[in-house]
């Protein structure tokens, strides 16, 4: 399996880089207690920041806002996921438990201000690719709606798109069947690869500590912008 960041992207954001887990021999369940008492704390907390401030003072939240307009995107119709998931929370409206892969992976993406979608790789056909959506890229998304993702970043693979710092789609979700996940953490473009890849290690290191199974962590920037592996 081949991963790697459309060259084109680097034209419009040239700092533009992801974080990679490769998740082997997980367990996906229920969330226990500590895990969905810290997702429901976090939220609390937040809340009462966002009272205090707007969406844009967060650093992460504004930064990818950006990107989205320079990639030719419109944030306030179609925003990155982390903006939408802090817009919730402003209004009360906190995540509920769903399982291990989902709960761990909306904790990231609170914690760390950023995009962060995860997918099962039995769902995955051949390579993957990093690149911007078309007029004709759609799925079936979690969101219940069938999304358009022209000039919206996007993840595909050899059939088709599946997933997209927007929303994600229903053909490549986590559940409680998975045990092999790739997931994709869409880093804040002004940070640095080293701190980028402790970031996603601690991530991966994060994930595994409650669903078992082994993480390989991946940084895919300007310089290295493919990584390669046999499934």
């Known amino acids: 399996m081949k991963i790697e960041i ?10 533009l880089k992801i974080g ?10 229920e969330s226990p207690q500590m895990l969905k008492g810290r997702l429901q704390l976090f939220q609390e907390q937040l809340y009462f920041e966002l009272d205090q401030k707007p969406l844009s003072d967060f650093p992460g939240i504004q930064e990818w806002r950006e990107t989205w307009k320079t990639l030719g995107g419109d944030p306030t119709t179609c925003p990155p996921s982390v903006d939408r998931l802090y817009s919730r929370i402003k209004e009360q409206d906190y995540l509920q438990s769903m399982h291990t892969a989902v709960d761990l992976n909306s904790f990231f993406s609170l914690q760390y201000e950023i995009p962060t979608g995860i997918y099962d790789l039995n769902d995955l056909v051949g390579n993957i690719q990093l690149t911007l959506g078309k007029d004709d890229d759609r799925y079936d998304g979690l969101n219940g709606r069938t999304n358009e993702l022209d000039n919206i970043l996007m993840l595909r693979d050899d059939y088709s798109p599946f997933g997209s710092p927007y929303v994600d789609s229903i053909r490549s979700a986590v559940t409680e069947e998975t ?19 402790k970031l996603t290690e601690a991530s991966g290191n994060m994930f595994t500590s409650i669903s078992g199974g082994e993480s390989v ?13 046999t499934r």
């Open 6 to 15: 459309s060259k084109d992207l680097f034209k419009k954001i040239p700092q």
């Open 20 to 29: 990679v887990n490769h998740y082997t021999g997980i367990t996906v369940s």
């Open 179 to 197: 045990t092999d996940a790739l997931q994709i953490i869409f880093l804040k473009p002004s940070m640095g690869v080293e701190e980028a890849q």
């Open 217 to 229: 962590s991946y940084v895919l920037y300007s310089d290295q912008p493919m990584i390669e592996w």
